[in-house]
């Protein structure tokens, strides 16, 4: 095939496409948003922990190595299934044939984590049970979204192309948090209102969101064809190893992953804390992160136009250091109103939370483009078409600091503090994200992002 035949995919296959962004986004939020909280609850919700909320060694906790045990088995894993998606021939399609076969895994590991041995009291057997859980989670998870985000630098043809099929899926993706944030809580509640235990109704939603995601999984699959839609490839044929050092020397690539690292350290750190700001620093029950998750994601949804067009028009870097710039502004505000959490200082943090919206708008439509950009200009330069090595060459590194993040949150709750009567872990957690959004901001600086489109064109 050369560049002539690489049909265009048509608008409404790139909105089928993206539809895997929803259906991935749902799994993840579920286990990053829910899976602390249901097993170590706050104590205003009167539940019994699962597992032990002691401190080992002045910094560990069994959520922490939980989740630090899942995200290093998942960046482990991205190089491997990077390489062996790369070289793959399979008459299905070198990325279609790993969508297929790990959606269902992906799927069924989300429900069975929230379905611990003993889920009425504190046990070591839970603690075990999350941990091997959330590896087999994320090991799915990398099997289906390294190819997927693969597909995307070679189903674009071009950069505006790619910006184009990215906003799709930042839509689809805020979506996805809109129905685990706004939605999945609203349906607990009702359930539990109607007679069900709490971690019951939780059981029972999960399992529909996962029932529904899988049917999304495979659904992606329909609306494209690589051998008809997917840009010329030439794979590599070379090692796991070689093709990792031959992404990693990639200069751009280095720098962004830099910046990278620090922006998802900030974001992971919110995510987790969502539902722990609702309750201790707001002091409302648990579903008044719907609340907050709609003033957010909201304003996103808003901003998505503006990002799509002004990232066009004036580049990535500019608007994500922008995105950045915000983040650090707007929790860098919030910390100290925490502290005294006034009718006035209320309605300002609910101001901040909006505007936090911007660079999630940000943030979600250009980060994968821009690896994207960068994995194409790099085949345009050596030839070998390596898309899912520059996705999966910054697992490990992302992956560990996304691991960080858990432990580091689950560090500050257990040693100052998860609850109304003692909010101080919660609190620090919003520092670290503004410290964090400065030290991105500053990373992403250095991103010669000219450099890239001069070897694209």
Request: glycine share 8%.
């Given at each position: 095939?050369?560049r002539a035949k690489a049909v265009v995919l048509p608008l409404l296959n790139q909105i089928g496409y993206s539809l895997g962004s929803l259906a991935?986004?749902?799994?993840?939020?579920?286990?990053?948003?829910?899976?602390?909280?249901?097993?170590?609850?706050?104590?205003?919700?009167?539940?019994?922990?699962?597992?032990?909320?002691?401190?080992?060694?002045?910094?560990?906790?069994?959520?922490?190595?939980?989740?630090?045990?899942?995200?290093?088995?998942?960046?482990?894993?991205?190089?491997?299934?990077?390489?062996?998606?790369?070289?793959?021939?399979?008459?299905?399609?070198?990325?279609?044939?790993?969508?297929?076969?790990?959606?269902?895994?992906?799927?069924?590991?989300?429900?069975?984590?929230?379905?611990?041995?003993?889920?009425?009291?504190?046990?070591?057997?839970?603690?075990?049970?999350?941990?091997?859980?959330?590896?087999?989670?994320?090991?799915?998870?990398?099997?289906?979204?390294?190819?997927?985000?693969?597909?995307?630098?070679?189903?674009?043809?071009?950069?505006?192309?790619?910006?184009?099929?990215?906003?799709?899926?930042?839509?689809?993706?805020?979506?996805?948090?809109?129905?685990?944030?706004?939605?999945?809580?609203?349906?607990?509640?009702?359930?539990?209102?109607?007679?069900?235990?709490?971690?019951?109704?939780?059981q029972v939603t999960v399992g529909g969101f996962a029932i529904i995601s899988c049917l999304l999984l495979y659904l992606v699959t329909l609306f494209?064809?690589?051998?008809?839609?997917?840009?010329?490839?030439?794979?590599?044929?070379?090692?796991?190893?070689?093709?990792?050092?031959?992404?990693?020397?990639?200069?751009?690539?280095?720098?962004?992953?830099?910046?990278?690292?620090?922006?998802?350290?900030?974001?992971?750190?919110?995510?987790?804390?969502?539902?722990?700001?609702?309750?201790?620093?707001?002091?409302?029950?648990?579903?008044?992160?719907?609340?907050?998750?709609?003033?957010?994601?909201?304003?996103?949804?808003?901003?998505?136009?503006?990002?799509?067009?002004?990232?066009?028009?004036?580049?990535?870097?500019?608007?994500?250091?922008?995105?950045?710039?915000?983040?650090?502004?707007?929790?860098?505000?919030?910390?100290?109103?925490?502290?005294?959490?006034?009718?006035?200082?209320?309605?300002?943090?609910?101001?901040?939370?909006?505007?936090?919206?911007?660079?999630?708008?940000?943030?979600?439509?250009?980060?994968?483009?821009?690896?994207?950009?960068?994995?194409?200009?790099?085949?345009?330069?050596?030839?070998?078409?390596?898309?899912?090595?520059?996705?999966?060459?910054?697992?490990?590194?992302?992956?560990?600091?996304?691991?960080?993040?858990?432990?580091?949150?689950?560090?500050?709750?257990?040693?100052?503090?998860?609850?109304?009567?003692?909010?101080?872990?919660?609190?620090?957690?919003?520092?670290?994200?503004?410290?964090?959004?400065?030290?991105?901001?500053?990373?992403?600086?250095?991103?010669?992002?000219?450099?890239?489109?001069?070897?694209?064109?």
């Amino acid at each position: 095939m050369n560049r002539a035949k690489a049909v265009v995919l048509p608008l409404l296959n790139q909105i089928g496409y993206s539809l895997g962004s929803l259906a991935f986004t749902l799994l993840e939020r579920l286990i990053i948003l829910y899976a602390v909280f249901y097993f170590l609850p706050p104590k205003e919700l009167g539940l019994p922990n699962l597992i032990s909320e002691k401190t080992y060694f002045g910094v560990i906790t069994i959520a922490g190595v939980a989740l630090l045990l899942g995200r290093v088995l998942d960046g482990l894993a991205d190089p491997v299934i990077a390489t062996l998606s790369d070289n793959s021939r399979s008459p299905l399609g070198r990325r279609k044939v790993f969508l297929l076969y790990s959606g269902l895994p992906l799927a069924l590991t989300t429900f069975l984590i929230f379905t611990p041995p003993h889920p009425g009291h504190e046990s070591i057997a839970n603690g075990v049970w999350l941990a091997m859980l959330m590896g087999l989670f994320y090991i799915a998870f990398t099997a289906y979204v390294n190819p997927f985000l693969a597909l995307m630098s070679e189903l674009g043809h071009t950069t505006k192309l790619r910006i184009n099929i990215s906003t799709f899926m930042a839509l689809f993706g805020l979506i996805g948090m809109v129905l685990i944030t706004v939605l999945f809580p609203q349906i607990t509640t009702a359930l539990v209102n109607g007679g069900m235990a709490t971690r019951q109704a939780y059981q029972v939603t999960v399992g529909g969101f996962a029932i529904i995601s899988c049917l999304l999984l495979y659904l992606v699959t329909l609306f494209f064809d690589e051998k008809k839609h997917c840009l010329p490839s030439k794979p590599p044929e070379i090692g796991m190893i070689q093709s990792f050092i031959k992404t990693l020397s990639v200069r751009p690539f280095r720098i962004f992953l830099c910046g990278e690292v620090f922006l998802q350290f900030a974001m992971n750190i919110v995510t987790l804390g969502l539902m722990y700001y609702a309750v201790v620093i707001f002091r409302r029950d648990e579903g008044y992160m719907s609340v907050l998750a709609g003033i957010t994601i909201g304003v996103a949804l808003l901003s998505f136009p503006l990002v799509n067009i002004v990232a066009k028009k004036i580049g990535k870097k500019k608007v994500i250091m922008s995105g950045l710039l915000i983040l650090a502004a707007a929790t860098g505000m919030i910390y100290p109103l925490s502290f005294n959490m006034t009718p006035l200082a209320h309605i300002v943090a609910l101001g901040m939370i909006g505007l936090s919206g911007l660079p999630l708008a940000i943030l979600s439509i250009l980060i994968n483009p821009t690896i994207g950009d960068l994995a194409r200009a790099d085949q345009a330069r050596t030839g070998e078409s390596r898309e899912a090595m520059f996705f999966g060459a910054r697992a490990i590194p992302l992956k560990l600091t996304i691991a960080l993040a858990g432990v580091t949150f689950t560090y500050l709750l257990s040693a100052f503090g998860k609850d109304v009567a003692n909010p101080f872990g919660v609190q620090l957690s919003i520092l670290v994200v503004a410290i964090a959004s400065v030290a991105g901001l500053i990373a992403f600086s250095f991103y010669p992002e000219k450099e890239v489109q001069k070897w694209l064109e």
